[in-house]
């Protein structure tokens, strides 16, 4: 006896940010309240109270302020988790970067480490930083998934996402407010995350 069946149709239309390719794995995602209405393809990220909220880059951080008379610096990142491989610290001469691994390497021999989960960042400059100098971070967000459809947090505190798998790049978004498309560094984080654009 021979069977023919038919096991799965997909369909996706203009209304979701699943794409086609690598069949994605779509999730619920607890919201944080009073987000507005978030519309198909927001890049999102959690926040300290593991709750939804968008995904952003945020730069120029105030960390410190120079003294003439220090070299090191620490302070925890406001909107953390963040996305290994993002975080930058400067001071305007020496800049800091992430390694991915929890360590700053400094452009002048400077050694820093960054708790991606809490945030907290510590550096030490190779010199003194100057008197009145700020002391910066700029980071992303750890993303966390793409939204699968339009959500207003004032009726519902959860939604689909996309947290692995294809999204439709067509339709992807970071902020509410003034929705952008994603740069290249993010579309790469969103790749190194396991969510593929296409």
């Not at 939804?52 to 960390?63: H, I, Q, R």
């Amino acid at each position: 006896m021979t069977i023919f069946g038919k096991t799965a149709t997909i369909n996706y239309d203009d209304q979701r940010a699943r794409g086609e390719g690598h069949s994605p794995v779509i999730v619920s995602r607890k919201l944080k309240a009073g987000q507005g209405v978030l519309p198909v393809g927001l890049l999102l990220a959690r926040d300290a109270a593991g709750e939804a909220v968008p995904f952003e880059v945020v730069a120029a951080e105030e960390l410190g302020t120079g003294t003439g008379a220090t070299k090191a610096y620490a302070g925890t990142l406001a909107k953390a988790p963040v996305q290994p491989e993002t975080v930058a610290v400067t001071d305007g001469v020496e800049t800091f970067g992430d390694d991915g691994c929890g360590r700053l390497a400094g452009s002048a021999g400077g050694t820093g480490t960054v708790n991606y989960k809490t945030g907290a960042v510590a550096v030490t400059f190779a010199a003194n930083v100057g008197n009145g100098v700020a002391v910066d971070a700029s980071y992303g967000r750890r993303l966390h998934g793409v939204l699968d459809e339009v959500v207003d947090t004032a009726a519902s505190g959860s939604g689909l996402a996309v947290v692995h798998g294809s999204v439709r790049k067509d339709v992807l978004k970071v902020g509410i407010a003034a929705p952008a498309a994603p740069s290249a560094a993010v579309l790469a984080w969103l790749s190194d995350s396991g969510i593929w654009p296409n």
